[in-house]
């Protein structure tokens, strides 16, 4: 039974060093910067993966093609809440981005 | 989450509004549960959680060496007397990694009236699972098949940012 789980860890920690020319974190190498932020609360890409991943509110991924309807749906993983207590906004984009065409 | 206090300008001593960027950037990754590791908190963060609501696991000092007879009941009690008012504090950690002394466990109850769960970073004990770093395939057997809750207090150590988002997917459906 799995009750839950602690990432580590929460930020990098570094020193900001006075003693040495520029500006210089110092986080003892690899000793310390093992944080899902930078040591100045700068968020690192993790960051936005675990807010999806530990979203109380799943949306199942879906195939879009010609004959989808434009539903989708969604997963409440809330103990207690119902999910018309949430607010939903989304958008659907055309992009060429991953365009396998020329 | 693990977290330390820390800032790179004024290392433990941090202000009313660092506590409540730590606590609203863990709500925004849709954190619930907050580990003090390893050593306990300062009482503004304290005060944050409790009106925010965030799980805090309050740890006695500690770290893979245990406290004597003498400096353990001491620890032990100042934390205690210092955090068992705030209704955020849920679960006592005895130290970190071999960071106790069974010797001291008793203190806990004297001082708690609550008789709040004491817990063991990494051991199996009053009935937890607390396993730090479990491996995916050895311990994936042992928390499918075993009776205590498991809840490890450190995973996906995330040196350079190198083992958060890229693992945790794969563990979560896993759990």
């Keep these: 039974m799995h009750a839950c789980g602690f990432l580590w860890a929460f930020a990098d920690e570094a020193i900001l060093r006075t003693d040495m020319d520029g500006q210089y974190y110092d986080s003892d190498e690899n000793n310390a910067p093992d944080g899902i932020l930078e040591p100045n609360h700068e968020k690192e890409a993790s960051f936005y993966t675990v807010k999806e991943i530990w979203s109380p509110v799943q949306i199942m991924p879906v195939e879009i093609n010609r004959e989808w309807d434009g539903c989708l749906f969604v997963q409440n993983k809330y103990l207690f809440s119902n999910l018309l207590a949430c607010s939903f906004e989304w958008e659907c984009i055309r992009t060429e981005l991953w365009s396998t065409k020329e | ?175």
């Design chain 2, 1 to 175: 989450m693990n977290r330390h206090s820390f800032r790179p300008e004024t290392g433990r001593c941090l202000s009313d509004k660092d506590h409540l960027e730590d606590i609203l950037l863990m709500k925004e990754m849709n954190m619930n549960p907050v580990r003090m590791s390893h050593f306990v908190p300062d009482e503004r963060f304290l005060d944050h959680c409790d009106s925010l609501g965030l799980f805090v696991l309050d740890e006695v000092t500690g770290w893979q060496q245990g406290y004597d007879t003498v400096v353990g009941p001491k620890l032990i009690r100042e934390t205690i007397l210092k955090d068992e008012n705030h209704p955020s504090v849920v679960i006592w950690d005895h130290g970190n990694e071999g960071g106790w002394n069974f010797a001291n466990k008793k203190y806990f109850h004297i001082y708690d009236i609550q008789k709040r769960l004491v817990i063991y970073p990494w051991l199996l004990r009053n009935g937890v699972d607390t396993r730090h770093y479990p491996s995916y395939n050895f311990d994936t057997a042992r928390y499918a098949k075993g009776n205590a809750p498991f809840k490890p207090l450190e995973f996906m150590h995330g040196l350079y940012d190198g083992g958060h988002g890229t693992g945790l997917e794969e563990y979560w459906k896993l759990y």
